[in-house]
Nanobody, 125 residues
Framework: QVQLVESGGGLVQAGGSLRLSCAAS????????MAWFRQAPGKERELVAI????????RYVDSVKGRFTISRVNAANTVILEMSSLKPEDTAVYYC??????????????????WGQGIQVTVSS
């Protein structure tokens, strides 16, 4: 089992920045590809960003490219999502997810084995 706990969400004005963190425990973190998904009210859960288990590759949904950065700190069992130039359409519940030996082609939510509880990000206009 892998336990994931997100932190860092909240309310921010459009154009602002937030930093989400996901702390993992329970298994060898280095073996897990990590991703952030988000789900807005009435919409399906969508991929935001992935970092491969090796840390060597990342992938972003087009709508966040150039604004969001995903990174992992294996020594701290943590994955981070730095979000800048936030827009109202970024408002959603953000979820951290883990997949053993996950890589950037694992873009579907169903492919992930473990999930955090989710954290709200609200961007006001």
């Amino acid at each position: 089992q892998v336990q994931l706990v997100e932190s860092g969400g909240g309310l921010v004005q459009a154009g602002g920045s937030l930093r989400l963190s996901c702390a993992a425990s329970g298994r060898t973190f280095d073996n897990y590809g990590m991703a952030w998904f988000r789900q807005a009210p009435g919409k399906e859960r969508e991929l935001v960003a992935i970092v491969s288990f090796s840390g060597g590759s990342t992938r972003y949904v087009d709508s966040v490219k150039g604004r969001f950065t995903i990174s992992r700190v294996n020594a701290a069992n943590t994955v981070i999502l730095e979000m800048s130039s936030l827009k109202p359409e970024d408002t959603a519940v953000y979820y951290c997810a883990a997949k053993e030996f996950g890589n950037v082609w694992h873009a579907g939510a169903r492919q992930y084995d473990y999930w955090g509880q989710g954290i709200q990000v609200t961007v006001s206009s």
